[in-house]
Structures are given as structure tokens and as C-alpha cells.
């Protein structure tokens, strides 16, 4: 292999998994198909039970001699990975784009904020992790942060890079060894180049496996005794049955689920700051995101300027092959979930949704859409549509915007965009989300934060800052006496 001609090794990962090195797979071959064009870029072995049983054995033994290991030492593993992606930035925005669709400015954001995960993770080895608790002064009581062991990682098709790395190196951080289970449709940019990366920076072996696979993948992993924690980002359906499994095994589940976001435009915003937040919210990377503006609540003296303008926008934005040509929107990532997206426009506009903009598709490339006059009951309000569709909604007085806002079961993200701060800050205090940005819209993230949602967006769980040691370690209290005392039996 030529790594001048091929930076990634590329080559390696033909019909192969990365556990215990770059293998053959069990389970069925993977084909990645390019959603622009329907290219097959490659074929990677899919895991079958056994891998997955395989790798959470081989990651269990490797773990306690991870722990041993000297902090400078695994920092800079850390650092020498985040260092491979930025030699390597070019390649790797590639195959983001090809892969999943999206055009390179979301790339470079993916590439930015894992390469921040790494940096951040190899900081997080040198932060205190314990505290010395008050006792008898002859008892030294400590209560310190301990490894879960082996962390299993689940992560989607959407951000796969950064979904991935958010959970696999702080995970690797704290002391786990990590099973990771790409989505079959993005294992190169959500799983394999991460791969590489650690491996190139030396981490040891079998401490990291990444596994592409199905649902009987996924559900070995969740299983898996020796697995003692699951990290899960995707649907809020998927994440309902991951939690009930990893119930039934007794073991620590983070769930980073759906969302139906609120952009609330308040009546002193600035009406072309409001559109071009929402345009953002609603179409960057054609809706596919958990955080996407899902809802628009505008006032009702705005209204009519604000469709206009948004609608008028949505018609001008190109939509195209990402990898070939300067567009707005790429593809989605499938015929099944442009067929969904379909089904909420139609099924709105026959409940009285108007629609202002696009509502058509032509293969994979769905039009950028604006559904005016949307109410409670309309899927375009209720579901989570993964597209870009920008349903508008409008109400009377602050306290019907709150109302629509927090309307429905999901509580992952919000925005509020207004003349005043201070107004928008007391707005906030009205909503029941996880992250809530004022005067900025709803798709937000930073190595730094604590992110996570509630209700069906999350079940309580933050990944990001000072949240990952609460997630991937437990307390543990230990003492210790000169000597051991004499009790009265």
C-alpha cells in the first residue's frame, strides 16, 4: 500500500472491520453507497453476533492494562489522532461528503469538532478525578472516578463523525476500552477513519473495535455482559428499545434521542436575521439533523413579510451533488426517508398546511420546502421529519408561543430570536429543552457543552465537558486505615 497515494490506507478496510486489527467480518458485506450518485465506494465486512462477542471479550482483557498506563503516554495519543486528521483534512472531508451527502461546509464543521473531541479528550486525562472526603483522622476516605470498563457505542448516519468521537474518546479517556458500531450506511467517515487515526497515533491494541452492522449487531452489543455501558444517538423509537434492553441488563444507557425544535421569532426580531436563521436551522444538511429547526412560530404582525422572504429564499438555494458541484442542499441519505418526508408534506397540505416553497424531489435531492398556516395535528408539527422542511406556525402573544414550543413529548433543542437579550433570556426561562440559544438558531454544538435533551430527546443523559465524567465513569469510595480495627465479636 502507497500511503502517498492513499494518506488513509484506504486499502486496508476492503471487505474488512477493524477488530484486532483490519479483518474479514462474519457477518454480510456492506456495500457504502454514495447517496448523490448511488456509486458504490467501497464494501466493508458487516458484523455479525459472534464479532461482536469477539471484540467486548478482547476490548474487557485489554482494558485494565489501559488504565496502567502512564497519563502523559495516553494523552498524547489523543493528540497525535486529532493530529493525523488535520495532515489528512482533505481526504477526510471527501469521504464525508460522499458518504453522506453533505456539502463541505458541514464537513469542515464535523472535521473542526472531532478534531476538538481529541484535544479535549487528552486534556480530560490530566483533570482531577476524585476528592478526599472528611473521616476519622485516622481513615484516609477518598471518593474517585472509576472506569465502567467496556463502553459500547451506537452512533448514526447524520453527523457520523462527530456522533462517533463524541462518545469514543471521552469513553477511551476516562479508562474504557470501546466497542463502536457505526451506522452500515456511513462506516467510513463514523467509524474507520477514526479507526485509523487512533491506530496510526498508537493506541494499543484491542481497546478500540469498530464493528458496521445491523440491528442484530446493535442488539448483541447491548447484550453483551461484559459491555457495561451503552452510548446510543439516533431515532427516539430505536432509543426506547436500546433503553428497555439495556434495562433488562443492568447497565448505564445514554440515549441522545430526536427532536421537533422550536425557532421562535419574537415580534421585536429583525425579520431578515429571523429567515436567515431559520433557512439555516430548517435545510443545513437537508434537515437530517436531531437539532433541526422543526417548527417556526413567527408572530402574527410578522407573518406574511417573514413566509415571503423564507419562501423567496427556499426557491433560490441550489440543490445538487455536493462533491461536484456549489450547492446548498446534497441528497438524503435514502429512498425511505425521502419517501417520509414526502408523506409529511402531503399528508399536512390536505390537513390546511399551504404549501410556499419546493415540496418536490427528483431521486434522492428533495426541493428546500415552506409549509405555511401549520398547526397542532399536522405531522409537520408533530413528527420529527428529517428533511428540509420549514413548517411555520403562528401565534398571538408570548404565551401561545411558549405553549406551541413546548407542545409534544421532545425537548432537545430551541431558539429564540429577538431585539432584546434580556427579553430572550426571560423567553427562555419558559422552555423545557436541553439547549436553548438566544438569538441564534436551533443546530449548536462544541466539544465543551454538557448535550443532551429531555423527555423523548434524551433520557436525562449529557455527553460533552464536564458532563463525561458523570457518564463514562462511576464513583467509587475507598478507605483506607494504618491498620485494621478490633471489633467487639
Known amino acids: 500500500m502507497n500511503r502517498d497515494s492513499d494518506p488513509l490506507g484506504v486499502a486496508d478496510w476492503q471487505d474488512k472491520l477493524f477488530s484486532n486489527g483490519w479483518r474479514a467480518g462474519t457477518g454480510d458485506i456492506i456495500s457504502v453507497t454514495e447517496p448523490a450518485t448511488g456509486d458504490i465506494l467501497l464494501n466493508v465486512a458487516g458484523a455479525s453476533a459472534d464479532d461482536v462477542a469477539d471484540a467486548a471479550g478482547r476490548a474487557h482483557a485489554a482494558q485494565a492494562g489501559w488504565v496502567k498506563m502512564p497519563a502523559d503516554a495516553r494523552a498524547r495519543i489523543f493528540r497525535d489522532a486529532a493530529a493525523f486528521i488535520e495532515r489528512n483534512v482533505d481526504h477526510v472531508r471527501d469521504w464525508i461528503i460522499r458518504e453522506t451527502g453533505s456539502i463541505p461546509g458541514k464537513a469542515d464543521v464535523e472535521i473542526k469538532i472531532t478534531i476538538g473531541e481529541l484535544y479535549a479528550a487528552a486534556a480530560m486525562i490530566h483533570e482531577a478525578r476524585g476528592v478526599v472526603l472528611p473521616s476519622d483522622p485516622k481513615v484516609m476516605s477518598i471518593a474517585r472516578r472509576v472506569p465502567h470498563g467496556v463502553v459500547g457505542v451506537i452512533s448514526p448516519f447524520n453527523f457520523p463523525m462527530i456522533l462517533s468521537i463524541r462518545a469514543v474518546a471521552p469513553a477511551l479517556a476516562s479508562g474504557n476500552a470501546v466497542v463502536l458500531k457505526p451506522d452500515p450506511q456511513t462506516p467510513v467517515a463514523g467509524g474507520f477513519i477514526i479507526a485509523r487515526a487512533f491506530e496510526e497515533a498508537g493506541l494499543p491494541a484491542d481497546l478500540l473495535h469498530v464493528l458496521p452492522g445491523g440491528a442484530d449487531a446493535g442488539e448483541a452489543l447491548v447484550k453483551d455482559p461484559r459491555v457495561a455501558m451503552i452510548a446510543f444517538t439516533g431515532s427516539t423509537a430505536v432509543g426506547r428499545k436500546i433503553g ?191 439547549l436553548v440559544h438566544v438569538n441564534n438558531q436551533t443546530v449548536a454544538d462544541e466539544p465543551c457543552v454538557p448535550f443532551g435533551g429531555t423527555g423523548a430527546s434524551g433520557n436525562g443523559s449529557r455527553i460533552g465537558g464536564p458532563a463525561n465524567w458523570d457518564e463514562f465513569t462511576q464513583w467509587q469510595w475507598l478507605t483506607s486505615r494504618a491498620e485494621a480495627p478490633r471489633y467487639p465479636f
Open 244 to 434: 428497555a434492553m439495556a434495562g433488562e441488563h443492568l447497565k448505564k444507557v445514554s440515549l441522545e434521542l430526536g427532536g421537533k425544535n422550536s425557532l421562535i421569532i419574537l415580534d421585536d426580531a429583525d425579520v431578515d436575521l429571523a429567515v436567515s436563521n431559520a433557512a439555516w436551522g430548517a435545510f443545513l444538511h437537508q434537515g437530517q439533523i436531531c437539532m433541526a429547526t422543526g417548527r417556526i412560530l413567527v408572530p402574527s404582525r410578522l407573518a406574511k413579510q417573514f413566509v415571503d422572504r423564507l419562501a423567496e429564499k427556499a426557491d433560490h438555494l441550489p440543490v445538487g451533488d455536493p462533491f461536484k458541484e456549489k450547492v446548498a442542499l446534497g441528497p438524503l441519505i435514502n429512498q425511505r426517508q425521502v419517501a417520509n418526508v414526502e408523506r409529511v408534506v402531503r399528508e399536512s397540505i390536505s390537513a390546511g398546511a399551504q404549501l410556499r416553497a419546493g415540496g418536490t424531489a427528483k431521486n434522492l435531492f428533495y426541493r428546500p420546502t415552506v409549509l405555511d398556516e401549520v398547526v397542532p395535528g399536522m405531522p409537520a408539527f408533530e413528527e420529527e421529519i428529517f428533511g428540509p422542511v420549514a413548517p411555520v406556525s403562528v401565534y398571538e402573544d408570548e404565551e401561545s408561543a411558549a405553549r406551541l414550543a413546548n407542545a409534544g413529548d421532545y425537548g432537545l433543542s430551541a431558539g429564540i430570536i429577538t431585539g432584546s437579550s434580556a427579553r430572550g433570556l426571560e423567553f427562555a426561562e419558559r422552555l423545557r429543552s436541553g
